[in-house]
């Protein structure tokens, strides 16, 4: 018989596996303690507002718990969560589009350690401040694209396999957003 300081030991997709066949929620918790600060971080990025970030993580899990099932072992949880999380944040704040415009903003205190821009010179020699303010003015499914491949660094199959789409589908996306980026970047002063 397996005890919770047991199923603490086990990897995210183990862990997901032993929730989803005994729908046990102090199994989730142990999810949870795992998580809760990554997703309260990627939420407050999105939302600048500790409540709301704090309503969003309480949602986001909520419906995790719910959709735990679908996690079909494809990528990492983690991967995989990450996702679920933008895609999340990404809804709210186009239903919120009118009041919420200002506080669109992901936190890019990571943009200058960014490394795998594929060589774009261009983007190697923007301002961060400048950068941010670029980011802010891309509709969300954009931006979320670019952090998933630049700051959680994840790889065009992960970003694939997370958003359900083909690897030549997310190369276009990226190309789009980041052409798209550099153009709002070059009108900016």
């Known amino acids: 018989m397996k005890t919770l300081t047991n199923f603490n030991e086990l990897s995210d997709e183990d862990l997901v596996k032993a929730i989803v066949k005994t729908n046990d929620t102090l199994l989730f918790e142990i999810l949870y303690d795992r998580y809760a600060t990554v997703v309260f971080n990627k939420c407050f990025g999105f939302s600048k507002n500790e409540d709301e970030a704090k309503d969003l993580t309480q949602d986001v899990f909520l419906k995790l718990f719910v959709k735990l099932s679908s996690f079909k072992g494809k990528s ?6 990450y996702a679920f999380v933008y895609n999340h944040c990404v809804n709210y704040v186009t239903r919120n589009t009118a009041k919420k415009i200002e506080k669109q903003a992901v936190d890019y205190t990571d943009v200058e350690a960014i490394s795998d821009l594929d060589n774009d010179q261009e983007f190697f020699e923007m301002k961060v401040d400048k950068l941010k303010v670029a980011l802010e003015l891309m509709s969300p499914d954009e931006k979320m694209i670019l952090l998933l491949k630049y700051q959680d660094l994840l790889s065009i199959k992960e970003i694939s396999n997370v958003l359900g ?14 052409d798209k980026l550099l153009t709002v970047y070059n009108t900016l002063k």
């Open 76 to 81: 990492k949880f983690s991967t995989w969560l």
């Open 165 to 178: 789409i083909g690897e030549s589908a997310v190369k276009m996306r990226i190309k789009r957003a980041k």
